[in-house]
């Protein structure tokens, strides 16, 4: 009996000769740049070194754009934001070794955060494989090891026939709930070698889905029905399911006051009567989160920054729908849902009844006081007047990329994404030099929109070099550089802890005159022009450089109260 299945699998006759005749001139670098387009992939990034010049020359005989960055690790940091603008996996092109090595600390940012990244390296010829000490330029005794605590999914490729379905393979655990990087590796005499392998044409890599367990929804919803003081903690997960729509509808059901974690920014509405806003390092909001009889987090690990540095303790009932298994009831005991957001708060949207509570708007407001009069107190005026200019300045559909600095810490908690995915930083991992690179790759992915990255002058020493990539790609990114002579926020905690500063203090060079040196326009603002010099610099295009000279002080911690 023949299918109709079967009939599908067979090739047409145009297939079979493409298939025994393919074009000459192909090596194994033709067959990973094949798979990718038929993947989907439209542009790639990275840097060229010896081993990968196979991947590289391939690239010239294909439609996929490259964008070089001038550092490894700055190249993963523009493939992190282009996948997570995207929710394509970015594919990563490095070479053996030292080049790969440095990509480290991009790819653990982009684990912590669930980005979607295909990095694709070099390895030594197959002969060095195995752990022998050969004398290979660029060798490792184990150069997957390397790699195998950070990412998501390792594939070792041996051999041209295997280059397809690994980096398929790789493409799918990359887009699989949760997103995250992975490593693909393949030796450099596979790459080079001439191949007779037939054209890649379509490749199916389907993500799997990851929904809840109906039983558990069931049982969650019941405690939320019943709840009389529901509160709801949304964290990045709602925003990589593209759920906030949900999220939104789930709390207006539930009368349900909602808070938003760092990675969380945009999931709901800033000024819904139902936001409790970004204030989740503040003591009044953690009093009110443990308060809540059922909590719902959805998307989150309640890791160190979403729980006020481990401070919080719930009193009532949590239910945690989360995809990483790792971080699923790992903080707290809870009603653990393994699964993506966006599944299983349609599986609630459509059990909970809804629930009348004219109070929690109310609630919310007083909430959102004392959290303001807090801030009042303490004559910060300075930094929220630079903060309200960025915002001013920054149009509402553009996103915004920041740096580990004291300016990004007051944006976790209090800048107005107005709007899911639009505003990113390097808080899952936490490393230096994130802004500027991250803004390049948003910019590839979408260049018709302005992105802003925001660094201090710390930060910024790590991705200067990239002023050549923004130039020579003529990519659409204002870099604000708030300038206070060292590591701002180290000094801050190394003067309240010993009384003193050591190794904070930084000398850097004219950001405005080395910026004009790579042909990008440089201005010299204050913060009483900042919203002005800042919003031109972003209506016109190309890259741009902002720098403000100021001190900024970081708002008082509640987490060592007491």
Do not use: C
């Amino acid at each position: 009996m023949t299918h109709d299945h079967d009939l599908e699998l067979r090739p047409t006759a145009a297939q079979t000769e493409a298939a025994l005749n393919p074009p000459p001139g192909r090596n194994g670098g033709d067959l990973v740049v094949e798979t990718l387009s038929g993947l989907g992939a439209t542009t790639v990034f990275g840097l060229p070194g010896q081993h990968a010049l196979g991947m590289f020359d391939a690239l010239r005989r294909s439609d996929l754009r490259y964008i070089g960055l001038r550092v490894e690790n700055n190249a993963g940091f523009a493939a992190d934001a282009y996948g997570r603008i995207t929710g394509e996996a970015a594919p990563l092109l490095l070479s053996t070794g030292p080049g790969a090595l440095t990509s480290l600390a991009a790819l653990q940012e982009a684990r912590a955060a669930s980005a979607p990244v295909l990095a694709i390296s070099s390895q030594i010829p197959t002969p060095g494989l195995g752990g022998g000490r050969h004398g290979y330029l660029h060798e490792l005794p184990d150069q997957a090891a390397s790699f195998r605590g950070v990412v998501k999914s390792v594939h070792t490729v041996r051999t041209q026939s295997q280059i397809p379905s690994a980096v398929a393979a790789a493409w799918k655990s990359a887009l699989t709930a949760p997103h995250g990087p992975v490593w693909v590796e393949i030796p450099q005499d596979v790459l080079l070698a001439e191949t007779q392998l037939p054209v890649v044409t379509a490749v199916d890599a389907t993500p799997d889905e990851l929904p809840p367990r109906p039983e558990l929804t069931a049982v969650a919803a019941d405690l939320l029905s019943k709840a009389a003081r529901p509160a709801i903690i949304a964290g990045g997960g709602v925003v990589r399911a593209d759920a906030a729509g949900k999220l939104r509808r789930l709390a207006e059901v539930l009368r349900a006051p909602v808070v938003t974690t760092p990675g969380g920014k945009g999931a709901f509405p800033w000024k819904h009567e139902l936001s409790l806003q970004s204030w989740i390092e503040d003591r009044h909001t953690t009093d009110f989160l443990e308060d809540a009889d059922v909590l719902l987090v959805v998307g989150s690990g309640l890791g160190e920054l979403s729980s006020n540095y481990h401070t919080f303790r719930p009193r009532g009932r949590v239910v945690q729908i989360e995809a990483d298994l790792g971080k699923l009831e790992s903080n707290h005991p809870a009603l653990g849902i393994h699964a993506d957001a966006r599944l299983a708060l349609q599986a609630l949207l459509e059990t909970v009844p809804e629930r009348t509570d004219a109070s929690a708007p109310e609630r919310v407001r007083a909430v959102l006081k004392k959290v303001a009069d807090r801030i009042a107190a303490q004559e910060l005026t300075l930094e929220q007047d630079v903060l309200a200019s960025v915002r001013k300045a920054l149009p509402a559909g553009s996103p915004s990329f920041w740096d580990m600095t004291i300016l990004a810490y007051w944006a976790w908690s209090a800048f107005d994404a107005k709007g899911p995915n639009r505003l990113h930083s390097a808080q899952g991992a936490g490393g230096l030099g994130y802004g500027f690179p991250a803004a390049l790759g948003a910019a590839a992915a979408d260049p018709t929109t302005p992105v802003l990255a925001v660094s201090g002058d710390g930060g910024a020493l790590y991705s200067v070099a990239e002023l050549a990539t923004a130039r020579q790609y003529d990519l659409n990114v204002t870099w604000l550089i708030v300038d206070d002579g060292g590591y701002g926020i180290l000094r801050e905690y190394m003067t309240d802890a010993f009384g003193q500063a050591t190794a904070t203090e930084l000398t850097r060079p004219d950001y405005v005159a080395l910026a004009e040196s790579f042909g990008v326009p440089g201005v010299l603002t204050s913060p009483g022009t900042l919203e002005t010099d800042l919003a031109k610099a972003l209506s016109q295009p190309g890259p741009s450089v902002v720098v403000l000279p100021a001190v900024l002080r970081m708002f008082a911690p509640t987490h060592l109260d007491g």
